[in-house]
């Protein structure tokens, strides 16, 4: 029996943290890739070196060359730029691309069996984009960005209130952009719906803070974007698939026909268990809602065609 092997392709601010989160929760062996010589390496070995005092006895590696991930079963992406200040996701869009088909190209020689978890942005495209050149089903090709933005709605709520996060339950559905949509009818607290606690005036002020909240930490940080939660998102999903816990998760998925669209990475909740993404649950929307999931999908439409050049040029 031998450890599963996790790589976490791109060693940056959240590639470092999910190689510390998946060494702290026991997942496999860990291998760190990036194009930055020295930095998965370095990387690698204080997270190597923290084994002793952790108790962990996972193999970890820093590597510049792809073959390294050879066998993976799972791939975490984040490789490609962040945001700086003053720029939306969309702005990395040409760049991140010509990034996601060198790695997709790499994923698909060398680990042919994974299962790919994206997050680099713009993910709606980038997710896309590995789905496109590695040719993978669609169960192990999928976007992390709903987790992470339903995690921000359940802690602005708990803020609110002042209770704790667990008694908290949100999803927010569509792109991973600034229409993202918070799902009200859906949110919540100790299963008393959050429109009989917190008034419709101020529930929209905390819904525009999950909209922009990636925007909020960029603009604190102002040399990168948020790595903390993202990691923790993204790891969560690798644990359901790992563990075959089969969570409902939203991710974004690749839709055919749920929803009403046909063809395109929404984030949705699905079953992520032993089969990658098992199912897509359809949950009921109220129309406004439905509409602003129709605007956000529109948005993914325009992005996934704007990133079509950029795949078929160099
Ligand atoms: O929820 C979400 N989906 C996100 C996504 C939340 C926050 C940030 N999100 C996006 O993740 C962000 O906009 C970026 O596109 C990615 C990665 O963010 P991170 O903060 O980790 O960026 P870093 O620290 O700049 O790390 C990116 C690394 C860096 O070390 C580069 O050298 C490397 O990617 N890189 C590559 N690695 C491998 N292969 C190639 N080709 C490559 N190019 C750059």
Known sequence: MSRPKLA???????????????????LGDVVLYDVVDGLPQGKALDLLESG???????????????????????????????????????????????IMKGVAEGIKQHAPKAFVVVITN???????VMKRITGFPKQRVVGQAGVLDSARYRTFVAMELGVSVQSVSAIVLGGHGD??????????????????????????????????????????????????????????????????????????????????VKGFYVGVPVQIGGGGVEKVIEVDLSPAERKALEGSVAHVRELVEASEKFVSGS
Not at 122 to 128: E, G, K, N
Not at 207 to 232: H, Q
Request: proline share 6%; glycine share 10%; charged share 20%.
């Open 122 to 128: 713009p993910l709606d495209a980038m997710v896309t």
């Open 179 to 260: 229409d993202m949509v918070p799902v009200r009818s859906l949110c919540h607290v100790g299963g008393v719906p959050v429109e009989r606690l917190i008034k419709p005036d101020r529930l929209d002020q905390i819904e525009s803070r999950v909209r922009n909240a990636g925007g909020e930490i960029v603009n604190l940080l102002k040399t990168g974007s948020a790595f903390y939660s993202p990691a923790s998102a993204a790891i969560r999903m690798a644990e359901s698939y790992l563990f075959d816990k089969k969570e409902i998760l939203p991710c974004a998925a690749l839709l055919e026909g749920e929803y009403g």
């Open 52 to 98: 002793p005092i952790e108790g962990f006895d996972a193999q970890v590696s820093g590597t510049t060359n792809l073959a390294d991930i050879a066998g993976a079963d799972v791939c975490i992406v984040t490789a490609g730029l962040p945001r700086r200040p003053g720029m939306s996701r969309d702005d990395l869009l040409s760049t991140n691309v010509k």
């Open 8 to 26: 976490m392709i791109g060693a940056g601010a959240i590639g470092g943290t999910l190689a510390h989160l998946a060494l702290l929760k026991r």
